[in-house]
Every structure is written in structure tokens, then in C-alpha cells.
């Protein structure tokens, strides 16, 4: 008899995990704004800045990503059926 194998999916990202990214980057925008980012970071202005750029150039990668797979979605089709 054969097996029928089960692709093991879990949802990685939901409106939990992205809000807790937006936080934490809120928190790190609030203490660079208020002078206090020796608080809340060992890392270097040039460390930080370089994880930051690396984080928008990824984020607004996915964005292009997703919206280039928008537009080649096929469009389904309705047909009547007798």
C-alpha cells in the first residue's frame, strides 16, 4: 500500500509576528529619537544603520515580489454549463 505523504505546512507570519517586528522597530525609532539608543543597542550607528538598510531593502523586496506575482496570476474564467 502506498503512503500518501503530507506536506507539513505551518503559518509562519501572521498579524501577531508582523505587529511584533513593527514594535520592535517602533521601540528602536523612539529611543534613536529621544537620544537613548546606547540603551536599548551594544551595536555601533554604522551597524544599526547597516541592519536597518538591510531590512528595507529586504521589506520592500518582498513587496515587488508579491506584486509582481499579482499581476501574473491568471484570471479564472467562468463557463456555463447546460
Do not use: C
Amino acid at each position: 500500500m502506498a503512503q500518501i505523504h503530507q506536506p507539513n505546512f505551518q503559518i509562519i507570519y501572521n498579524n501577531t509576528r508582523l505587529a511584533g517586528l513593527f514594535q520592535s522597530l517602533d521601540e528602536l525609532h523612539s529611543a534613536a529619537s529621544e537620544g537613548r539608543l546606547r540603551n536599548v543597542t551594544a551595536l555601533s550607528d554604522a551597524e544599526l544603520i547597516g541592519w536597518l538598510q538591510e531590512l528595507m531593502y529586504t521589506a520592500e523586496e518582498t513587496i515587488a515580489e508579491i506584486q509582481a506575482q499579482e499581476l501574473q496570476a491568471p484570471t479564472p474564467h467562468l463557463r456555463l454549463v447546460k
